[in-house]
């Protein structure tokens, strides 16, 4: 693994890792006090593909979330990207250790790896263009330049998620394997986190 990303996936995970509020008993994330926050991120996940996968991955952050459009985008695109760092980090390491006479696999790793990594730069970039966007309403009464930032998000969250689609694509001529089934099984629960960002992000933009 190059030394730049693994020093990139720890920074991230350490700052969304402060982003997370610690786990109770039966590691219920939400309490009574968020119940009505924890609905409103329910209704919005069941505009979502992946409802139940929305949920439990962002039911934690209601607290943080309240009731903001926004601030749910925000979270499932940071949420996104940490799914997509770490399969990322985990391609970089079996592409390290693939050969390309592997029935076809290595040269599919090869390709998964770098659709992966063209992925991760565009959900990177879409989480800093979400936390520069300011609101309608918090000193900024221009709602323009919040529809133009969010366009450039759905952009790039909806090549993310063609990226991350290529990259299992590449694999339907590689015989059945232990790698080939490892990879586009954590590829495919990344499109779904990808996904579900994406349709919250449209979902922030429709309520403007």
Do not use: H, Y
């Given at each position: 693994m190059k030394p730049t990303f693994l020093l990139s996936l720890l920074f991230f995970t350490f700052t969304l890792s402060h982003l997370t509020p610690p786990a109770t008993a039966g590691d219920r994330y939400v309490s009574g006090d968020n119940s009505g926050d924890a609905d409103f991120i329910r209704a919005s996940c069941n505009a979502t593909l992946y409802p139940d996968l929305c949920f439990s991955s962002l039911s934690r952050y209601a607290a943080a979330v309240q009731s903001s459009h926004a601030a749910l985008a925000r979270v499932a695109v940071a949420v996104a990207l940490a799914k997509a760092h770490g399969a990322a980090a985990y391609l970089s390491h079996q592409t390290a250790a693939a050969s390309d006479d592997d029935s076809g696999a290595g040269s599919a790793l090869h390709?998964?790896?770098?659709?992966?990594?063209?992925?991760?730069?565009?959900?990177?970039?879409?989480?800093?263009?979400?936390?520069?966007?300011?609101?309608?309403?918090?000193?900024?009464?221009?709602?323009?330049?919040?529809?133009?930032?969010?366009?450039?998000?759905?952009?790039?969250?909806?090549?993310?998620?063609?990226?991350?689609?290529?990259?299992?694509?590449?694999?339907?001529?590689?015989?059945e394997g232990p790698v080939k089934t490892s990879v586009c099984d954590r590829v495919t629960r990344v499109k779904k986190f990808t996904s579900n960002a994406l349709a919250l992000v449209n979902g922030f933009a429709n309520n403007l």
């Open positions: 390709d998964c790896f770098s659709n992966l990594e063209d992925a991760v730069d565009e959900i990177r970039g879409s989480l800093k263009q979400m936390r520069r966007l300011k609101p309608a309403g918090a000193g900024n009464s221009d709602s323009s330049s919040v529809r133009f930032g969010l366009s450039n998000v759905l952009t790039w969250m909806s090549a993310a998620l063609t990226d991350e689609e290529t990259c299992t694509d590449g694999f339907e001529g590689v015989e």
